[in-house]
T-cell receptor
Framework: DAMVIQNPRYQVTQFGKPVTLSCSQTLNHNVMYWYQQKSSQAPKLLFHYYDKDFNNEADTPDNFQSRRPNTSFCFLDIRSPGLGDAAMYLC?????????????FGPGTRLTVL | RKEVEQDPGPFNVPEGATVAFNCTYSNSASQSFFWYRQDCRKEPKLLMSVYSSGNEDGRFTAQLNRASQYISLLIRDSKLSDSATYLCAVTPSGNTPLVFGKGTRLSVIA
């Protein structure tokens, strides 16, 4: 059974048209992460939540926002997608934020910007 | 120097070969290290965790060298199904999130 679920798996949007990506988890983990991964690149952390505590990476553009309404769900909002935002967006969870807490990834949402 | 750097690859090896990848990290305070496997257009999946000197799981062995600040992944008796990108990930310190390398691509050929 899927433990970290992302919807949709593929998303096509137009330049400048807001888009929301969804992530849910059945693991009851405290921490949820959003990564952006472009072809042949490392997954790049955008932000993460420890419970409701939001942590934004310093170099995450303002164009990217996130919401976590409850433990199970986390959303990534891209307010005005540009061509450079086309990428795979990966959601991950971990039980805690300690250095031994394994991260489990969802299948990702591949975003295309036209 | 980047936080996590990996061999650029690609590594093309015949079935049955032994292959090793290296990953260097810049923060000497790093405590935890991970190898993830990522298939094309799929999500990373945890392969091994390395907390002390090393870890072994079947054909896969990970070793940590703190003095030289690198970890390695050794794959013995390579299978076609081992073809993937192998991502190294490091927890820089304490409760900071993982930092990933770009990955090393492995192709095992018949």
């Amino acid at each position: 059974d899927a433990m970290v679920i992302q919807n949709p798996r593929y998303q096509v949007t137009q330049f400048g048209k807001p888009v929301t990506l969804s992530c849910s988890q059945t693991l009851n983990h405290n921490v949820m992460y959003w990564y952006q991964q472009k072809s042949s690149q490392a997954p790049k952390l955008l932000f993460h939540y420890y419970d409701k505590d939001f942590n934004n990476e310093a170099d995450t553009p303002d164009n990217f926002q996130s919401r976590r309404p409850n433990t199970s769900f986390c959303f990534l909002d891209i307010r005005s997608p540009g061509l450079g935002d086309a990428a795979m967006y990966l959601c991950a969870t971990s039980r805690g934020a300690g250095d031994r807490d394994t991260q489990y990834f969802g299948p990702g949402t591949r975003l295309t910007v036209l | 120097r980047k936080e996590v750097e990996q061999d650029p690859g690609p590594f093309n090896v015949p079935e049955g070969a032994t292959v090793a990848f290296n990953c260097t990290y810049s923060n000497s305070a790093s405590q935890s290290f991970f190898w993830y496997r990522q298939d094309c257009r799929k999500e990373p999946k945890l392969l091994m965790s390395v907390y002390s000197s090393g870890n072994e799981d079947g054909r896969f062995t990970a070793q940590l060298n703190r003095a030289s600040q690198y970890i390695s992944l050794l794959i013995r008796d390579s299978k076609l199904s081992d073809s993937a990108t192998y991502l190294c990930a490091v927890t820089p310190s304490g409760n900071t999130p993982l930092v990933f390398g770009k990955g090393t691509r492995l192709s095992v050929i018949a």
